[in-house]
């Protein structure tokens, strides 16, 4: 079982930047693609970004693209979103996933998510 605690989230003007972090533990971390997802009030979930167990593949969402990168360091078994030029719509409350591929919202395992906000 491998629960996930995200952090890193705030409040931050346009243009800002965060780190969402996503802490892993109770699991062997560096088997399991992990992924990125948001949801705005009133939204459905949708994904941001995902990385493979290893590393080696990324993929994001064409509303994050060039804006976000999506990391990880298995050794400390934590997962990372860079967030920059953070737009007013990127506000949302922020989950990390793990044991799942791409964007499907199939993954096995969920955090309880962080806050963030973008001021105007």
């Known amino acids: 079982q491998v629960q996930l605690v995200e952090s890193g989230g705030g409040l931050v003007q346009a243009g800002g930047s965060l780190r969402l972090s996503c802490a892993a533990s109770?699991?062997?971390?560096?088997?399991?693609?992990m992924g990125w997802f948001r949801q705005a009030p009133g939204k459905e979930r949708e994904f941001v970004a995902y990385i493979s167990g290893g590393g080696g593949s990324t993929y994001y969402s064409n509303s994050v693209k060039g804006r976000f990168t999506i990391s990880r360091d298995n050794a400390k078994n934590l997962g990372y979103l860079q967030m920059n030029s953070l737009k007013p719509e990127d506000t949302a409350v922020y989950y990390c996933?793990?044991?799942?591929?791409?964007?499907?919202?199939?993954?096995?395992?969920w955090g309880q998510g962080t806050q963030v906000t973008v001021s105007s």
């Open positions: 109770g699991g062997t971390f560096s088997k399991y693609g």
């Open positions: 996933a793990a044991d799942g591929i791409g964007a499907s919202t199939g993954y096995h395992y």
